[in-house]
Nanobody, 122 residues
Framework: QLPLVESGGGLVQAGDSLRLSCTAS????????MAWFRQAPGKVREFGAA????????YYSDAMKGRFTISRDNASNSVYLQIVSLKPEDTAVYYC???????????????WGQGIQVTVHS
């Protein structure tokens, strides 16, 4: 098991920036490719961004290109999603996910966090 835990969400104003964090207590993330997904109200969960084990390669969905940046710090066992210029349509539950498959992008992930709410007010 890989107990992923997200943090850093909350209620923000349009135009603000936010950094979401994901970590795993007692387990190292450095052996996994990591990703962020989100699920907006009334919509299916969608892939957003992925990063490889070393933090060298990244992949973004069209929806997350531009204002979103995925990164990781294996020394601190954390993965991040920086969001700038937040918009009301970014309101969603954001999920951290991990997989061993050596392929970046959407698809099946092995482990999931419970998600964290981000609400953007206009």
């Amino acid at each position: 098991q890989l107990p992923l835990v997200e943090s850093g969400g909350g209620l923000v104003q349009a135009g603000d920036s936010l950094r979401l964090s994901c970590t795993a207590s007692g387990r190292t993330l450095s052996t996994y490719n990591m990703a962020w997904f989100r699920q907006a109200p009334g919509k299916v969960r969608e892939f957003g961004a992925a990063i490889d084990r070393r933090g060298k390669d990244v992949y973004y969905s069209d929806a997350m290109k531009g204002r979103f940046t995925i990164s990781r710090d294996n020394a601190s066992n954390s993965v991040y999603l920086q969001i700038v210029s937040l918009k009301p349509e970014d309101t969603a539950v954001y999920y951290c996910a991990a997989r061993s498959l050596d392929w970046l992008g959407p698809g099946t992930y092995d482990y999931w966090g419970q998600g964290i709410q981000v609400t953007v007010h206009s």
